[in-house]
């Protein structure tokens, strides 16, 4: 096992409105992907009053080794999440809200209609927000990305998360062409919406392929990209291959305005969501 460098940790913050958040979302029974997902960020996320909303429930349909959230049978759909969602996001004063799901290939449009549903109730009851979405690849289903553009987000997230030479490790169940296709068809369908990908590293990617990755999503249009290191969750989770220093990410910043990403988000502790506003800026 790989020691951690000193660049990878976790600066320790006071509670702050950590408990306020906590405490709010688990009394309105929210999955925020933030816990979820173990993301290293929590605390100071938390403490600036924000989250990231995780609906359909917190039981994965997919077995992506790297991932966090549970992979077991997935849960009824609750029908009072736009409205608990609604509430929280007013009780906090977030302005920038992101939404995302764990992947529900047992439902027939993947979730795109409760998505749909949740953006809708913010958009109506809250405002001068803006919501930012970060959606599974609804096997491909042109249908269901449609529905989730026409509820009206500001972004659209769908995240690559590795090189395509690693798929079959980190993501036996997805498929890098169907994110990239996702990404273009969010363009067709409403070519102002921001999309926005991501992309994890240290499982034993080349930095060649890293920057082919970051030329195929400029391909198909991608505006906003975060780049990040991978932290293994568990010991039932794929292996750290390597801690990339955090020159190599800068580099990958700097390549990345170079090829006309909007915003770049390039460092070892970026997640998906983190400052996510920033990319609105």
């Not at 993301?39 to 966090?68: H, Q, S, W, Y």
Request: with cysteine; aromatic share 6%.
């Amino acid at each position: 096992m790989i020691k951690k460098p000193e660049w990878i940790r976790v600066k320790l913050q006071g509670e702050g409105k950590f408990a306020k958040v906590d405490g709010l979302l688990a009394e309105l029974s929210l999955n925020t992907v933030c816990k979820e997902a173990n993301c290293p960020n929590r605390m100071e996320c938390f403490n600036k009053g924000t989250a990231t909303f995780m609906i359909l429930g917190r039981n994965c349909t997919r077995n992506c080794t790297f991932c966090n959230v549970t992979k077991a049978l997935p849960q009824e759909v609750d029908r009072e999440e736009p409205r608990k969602i609604t509430e929280a996001v007013k009780h906090l004063g977030i302005k920038h809200v992101v939404i995302t799901s764990v992947t529900r290939d047992d439902l027939k449009d993947g979730g795109a209609m409760h998505f749909s549903d949740v953006v809708k109730s913010l958009k109506e009851n809250c405002t001068g927000i803006t919501v930012e979405v970060l959606i599974p690849d609804f096997q491909g289903d042109e249908g269901s990305l449609k529905i989730v553009l026409d509820s009206g987000p500001e972004i659209l997230n769908h995240n690559v998360e590795t090189v395509p030479s690693l798929y079959e490790k980190v993501r036996p169940m997805a498929d890098y062409q169907r994110s990239l296709n996702l990404l273009r068809n969010s363009k067709k369908v409403n070519h102002s919406v921001m999309t926005k990908s991501g992309m994890m590293l240290g499982f034993g990617e080349t930095k060649v392929e890293v920057k082919s990755v970051m030329n195929d999503l400029r391909n198909v249009g991608c505006d906003v990209l975060t780049i990040g290191q991978y932290l293994r969750p568990s010991t039932k989770h794929i292996e750290v291959y390597e801690y990339v220093h955090p020159d190599i990410f800068k580099e990958y910043e700097e390549t990345g305005y170079e090829m006309g990403f909007k915003y770049v988000a390039s460092s070892p502790l970026v997640r998906s969501s983190y400052n996510a506003a920033k990319a609105l800026e």
